[in-house]
């Protein structure tokens, strides 16, 4: 049994962890327990969703062409709330709004930092009772004083001050870093409070999972059909066939992919040539992780964090996971391009 004296909650470890952002003052830190505030709001209202009448749509689209479920909106407007109101944030951009939103105010108006985030990641798998997350990618702003704008959101990955995201599942967890390595935590929801349950987070090298909705295999580049049969043939000296785990919600895939040791793999198809996944919500902060974890992120043929953005919903293929099994896959892109 852990002491109750041994634990380490979040505001603590991250106060400890200032030292890896001295230039911050601790505007990031206070940013960070901005964002970890909300998750434990929304955290509630995903709990008790099937009890109160918060789940189904709101009638009405996101700039995705999305349904909007009754939980986005939700999620998006405490996000939005807390870090408005955090003062360190001066814009955010948001899967679920077509535009930068800008805190023109006084109190906010300064903030060092802009927010690019996914309120509710794998919200289609809410009635299912299925695990879904929040994402959230952290820049510092490049622009002078004032509201941010589109400008501070429009960076490369490789510009992160941080990244993270919380998975609401059996438990809810916040898993973040700031460049440093990848740390997890743990809600206890006797007291509210996250506390470190996962130091140093780090892909197993005993790796031997591929998450991919292989329903979509008639439309998958030839690079990806070939990988796929790869993981599918039998050699017990590279852990094949590997096992095919999927759920369907990014954060809950990477998550257990980041635990157990897999690659996930969201191509690009005849339908989408540039996939589904947004590279500034998405794509950049699972990468960070990825890349803090030992990991790798690639388009197929480029490190996803170096691909400059031209627009807020800018889309990219999408592979992560151990370096190895990344760049296997990148092989068979390579040899098979289309």
Same mark, same amino acid.
């Given at each position: 049994m852990v002491h109750r004296s041994k634990i380490t909650t979040l505001t603590e470890f991250i106060i400890q962890r200032q030292s890896e952002y001295p230039h911050a003052k601790g505007a990031l830190t206070r940013l960070l327990n901005d964002i970890a505030t909300a998750a434990k709001i929304v955290n509630r209202e995903i709990n008790a969703a099937g009890l109160v009448d918060i789940l189904g749509t709101v009638g009405k689209e996101n700039i995705q062409g999305e349904t909007q479920k009754k939980l986005d909106v939700f999620a998006n407007e405490m996000f939005i709330t807390a870090l408005k109101g955090g003062g360190e944030c001066c814009a955010i951009a948001s899967e679920e709004n077509e535009k930068v939103i800008s805190f023109s105010n006084e109190f906010s108006e300064l903030g060092k930092y802009v927010v690019a985030m996914d309120p509710l990641d794998g919200s289609s798998n809410i009635e299912s009772n299925v695990s879904i997350g929040t994402i959230f990618s952290i820049y510092r702003r490049i622009t002078e004083a004032g509201g941010g704008t589109q400008q501070d959101l429009l960076q490369p990955g490789v510009n992160l001050a941080a990244a993270g995201y919380v998975i609401y599942g059996s438990s809810t967890m916040l898993v973040y870093t700031t460049g440093k390595g990848v740390n997890g935590f743990t809600l206890d929801p006797s007291?509210?409070?996250?506390c470190l349950s996962h130091p140093?987070?780090?892909?197993?090298?005993?790796?031997?999972i591929y998450s991919i909705n292989e329903g979509n295999y008639i439309y998958f580049p030839e690079g990806v059909k070939r990988y796929i049969k790869y993981c599918q043939e039998v050699d017990p000296e590279t852990l @094949?066939?590997?096992?095919? @785990?999927y759920i369907g919600s990014l954060v809950a895939d990477f998550h257990r992919n980041l635990i157990k040791g897999g690659i996930f793999l969201y191509p690009g198809t005849t339908k989408n040539p540039n996939g589904k996944l947004r590279l500034l919500y998405e794509c950049n902060p699972i990468a960070y992780i990825a890349e803090q974890a030992r990991g790798k992120a690639s388009n197929g043929f480029k490190r996803i964090m170096t691909i400059e953005p031209e627009t807020l919903h800018q889309r990219a293929p999408f592979y992560t996971g151990p370096r190895h099994m990344v760049e296997k896959l990148e092989s068979?892109?390579?040899e098979h391009p289309e």
């Open positions: 007291v509210g409070i996250f140093d987070m780090k892909f197993p090298e005993s790796a031997n @094949r066939p590997y096992t095919s @785990r068979f892109l390579q």
